[in-house]
């Protein structure tokens, strides 16, 4: 299992940015998936997830409204569309998957974290 997001850089708060993420080994429709931050000093959290069956996908109080988490079925990418960008934002984002557990919650993955994590892509909010 194989992960890459990519798709950071700059942008002034208010700002919109889209992030990408690519497979290998595996097709997001089989697995639990998600996408996460952390930011300097601060521990990983959990920003958008969604569970194996995609019957629940969970945001982050914070970026409710403001991040669509979605996927590309033909060319097997997986999405974290951002707008409203805000200074407390920015962090590497990395996404995620969870091939070891059959568990059908976002929150779940959200909190308790995913299996595998790609390399990360960095977010930088500022003016």
């Known amino acids: 299992v194989q992960l890459q997001a990519f798709g950071g850089g700059l942008v002034q708060p208010g700002g919109s940015l889209t992030l990408s993420c690519a497979a290998c080994g595996f097709t997001f429709d089989d697995y639990a998936i998600g996408w996460f931050r952390q930011a300097p000093g601060k521990e990983r959290e959990g920003v958008s997830c969604i569970g194996k069956t995609r019957s629940s996908i969970y945001y982050e109080d914070s970026v409710e409204g403001r991040f669509t988490n979605s996927r590309d079925k033909d060319n097997n990418l997986l999405y974290l569309q951002m707008i409203d960008l805000k200074v407390e934002d920015p962090a590497v984002y990395y996404c995620?998957?969870?091939?070891?557990?059959?568990?059908?919650?976002?929150?779940?993955?959200?909190?308790?974290?995913?299996?595998?994590y790609g390399k990360g892509t960095l977010v930088t909010v500022s003016s």
């Open positions: 995620a998957t969870a091939p070891l557990r059959d568990i059908d919650s976002g929150s779940y993955f959200c909190y308790y974290g995913m299996d595998f």
